[in-house]
């Protein structure tokens, strides 16, 4: 019953991954322009948005995409149901790979990236009441616990490939995880309850500058149960893309059940999203101007995957899945993108759009992600091997 | 086991019924209140001429240089609003017959936005109430900047070793026992240097003097949980380029109240991992014994 997970094989360089190499490329040469002449010269940022693209897209709507390991422990851990076994590997791999590159974006979105080190050591200069310094400690923390939770991945493969010493880390290393085991997964469930929540609080700061439909106490939980329902469909997304790509097992039924959660976390979003602007009388900013149609776009991809996915009969039908989650992904990014850049409004004389060196660059971020996780999918025991013959979806 | 999956549930649910109720109930005291050497200005709009020796004058105290935009072909310092190389600037706003210049400037507010943002207290209300910026802990987020409502701190942008550039009420010249240097130059008295009660009672006394002249509030008392800057005019402060809808509370109170209100302190992460360690625990050592039997 229990699919062990086996690399998937094969040369990592095809045209594929030369195509991802050359964008990352692109991206190393424009981040030596931006480092070498400043931030005004290179994005599109200025002081009325201080926060752009690198911000909204690689760490808070990012690091929400990076959520399935989160989302996916939570299940397997905490609700006890041990048939998620096979979708945590793959899940951990695209969160430590999410949270790496957020990291990276942070590194070269701040303007003295050189001075980040004193964050996590300067603890007697900590501001308690920072948001951001929550989130940054946090996500800090999160990414060195995500690549160990991924650990038994490599370790297992060295065990049995490694020579001499490698092989002996190995085997002390899986010793090492199998007693410490409780303690890094309730780290690697505690952190994103954490920080995903005070992503949320960063923007309160944003005070009148956030459009009213956005600005709320309740935004750290909005974010929280948000990023949840994201990591649930960033799992049923990537069996999809790599079922069809490496002609893996989809798993369509432990999907199925794992969009019924994922239901559950989609209503409960909306019903906390829509009580507490009712409750705060701010319903007829609902139905009022521009702004009032970008909540309701977001509000109809939210609700567009519930209906979809309602029916547990519908659930079993694999494109059905595939594509509700693609759109409850686009509905959580979003509703990042708005909280932090579009109804955030400094005043009239400030515009943002990125420019091109912010999208290029977040192109190769992602490029590097993709091509990362090929080469570990390739070479390590992530995916589920072919055990048992594909299910037919 | 005492601790199970419901309670873990349980205390979820509490957790985000707090940050729920947190503003209610976790609410602070009262209003912030101005530290006893609290040092301000006074900027009376009705005595204002728009000479802008204020904003050179400021230049020279802060060894800025002069923006002179192409327009001027390079012969005026005609800066378009507070940015980088400007942490004081005069404006003029005008609608049909009502005019009024005004000053911009850091507010140093009583409980700022910029502070409660800072994530290892580069900006910090130090001497004097003053918010200064230490260069040592700024990662140049710009998270500040996100959190301050009257958008003072600037970033250089233009700049590989970026720094924040915002008025510290020229701390350098009080400490030498001179006054801010836009105060010091000030033709007709129209910016007033001194300590925050005098010049909250100076205030309020120019408008109780001349009632006719006055719009009967004093900018900046409780204005954001109020700043050490005042202002006093002839006309509405909405138009001077106030921000809109900011009202009494500092802009980092709400923030600080879910935070707070979810965390007590670190008490309820603790709780939560220990709950989180105990349920993992507990099913694993039940998996344990399926598996075996």
Known sequence: ?393 | MSVDRRTLLKGLVVGGAAAAAGPAEASEARRPEAPPDAVGMLYDATLCIGCKTCVVACREANGLPPETPEWTEGLWDAPPGLDEYTKNIIQLYREGDEQSYVKHQCMHCLDPGCVNACMIGALQKRDFGIVTWESDRCIGCRYCQVACPFEVPKFEFHSANPKIVKCELCIHRIKEGKQPACCEVCPRGAIIYGTYDMLLEEAHRRIEASPDRYIQKVYGETDGGGTQVLYISHVPFEKLGFPQGLGDEPVGKMARDVQHGVYKGFIAPTVLYAVLAGVIWRNRRSAGEEESS
Request: aromatic residues 12%; positive net charge; charged residues 15%.
């Open chain 1, 1 to 393: 019953m229990i699919h062990r997970a086996e690399p998937v094989g094969g040369p990592i360089i095809n045209r594929f991954t030369s195509f991802l190499l050359g964008l990352v490329g692109i991206s190393v040469i424009l981040l030596i322009w931006r480092f070498a002449a400043g931030l005004g010269a290179t994005t599109a940022l200025n002081d009325g948005y201080p926060f752009g693209l690198w911000i909204a897209f690689e760490v808070v709507a990012g690091t929400a995409l990076a959520c399935g390991g989160y989302a996916v422990a939570i299940l397997l851990y905490v609700f006890n149901k041990g048939e998620y076994h096979p979708l945590i590997r793959p899940a951990l791999l695209t969160s430590a790979l999410g949270y790496s590159m957020a990291a990276f974006a942070i590194i070269i979105d701040v303007g003295r990236p050189w001075f980040i080190y004193r964050i996590p050591i300067r603890v007697g200069q900590w501001n308690l009441n920072s948001p951001l310094l929550e989130v940054a400690l946090c996500v800090m923390a999160y990414v060195g616990v995500l690549w160990i939770e991924l650990a038994p991945a490599f370790l297992e493969k060295w065990k049995e490939t490694g020579s001499g010493g490698l092989r002996r880390f190995a085997e002390s290393g899986l010793r090492f995880f199998d007693k410490a085991m409780i303690w890094i997964v309730s780290l690697g469930i505690l952190l994103p309850t954490m920080h995903q929540s005070s992503l949320g609080t960063v923007m309160l700061l944003g005070g009148p500058k956030l459009h009213k439909l956005w600005n709320t106490p309740l935004i750290p939980l909005l974010f929280l149960v948000s990023c949840i329902a994201m990591g649930y469909a960033v799992v049923i997304f990537e069996s999809g893309v790599s079922g069809a790509v490496f002609g893996r097992p989809r798993h369509t039924a432990m999907l199925a059940k794992l969009s019924g959660a994922m239901v559950v976390v989609l209503a409960l979003f909306l019903v906390i999203r829509f009580a507490d602007l009712i409750l705060r009388g701010r319903l007829g900013l609902m139905f009022h101007d521009w702004y009032s149609v970008l909540f309701w776009a977001e509000m109809a991809l939210f609700a567009v995957p519930l209906v979809m996915l309602s029916n547990a009969r519908r659930r079993q039908h694999f494109p059905t899945l595939f594509k509700a989650a693609s759109l409850m992904l686009f509905a959580g990014i979003l509703y990042r993108f708005d909280t932090y850049l579009v109804a955030f409004n400094p005043g009239r004389q400030w515009t943002y759009f990125p420019s091109l060196v912010e999208i290029l660059v977040s192109v190769g971020v992602v490029s590097l992600e993709i091509l990362l996780y090929i080469a570990i999918v390739k070479r390590y025991p992530i995916l589920a091997g072919r055990a048992t013959a594909p299910e037919k979806a």
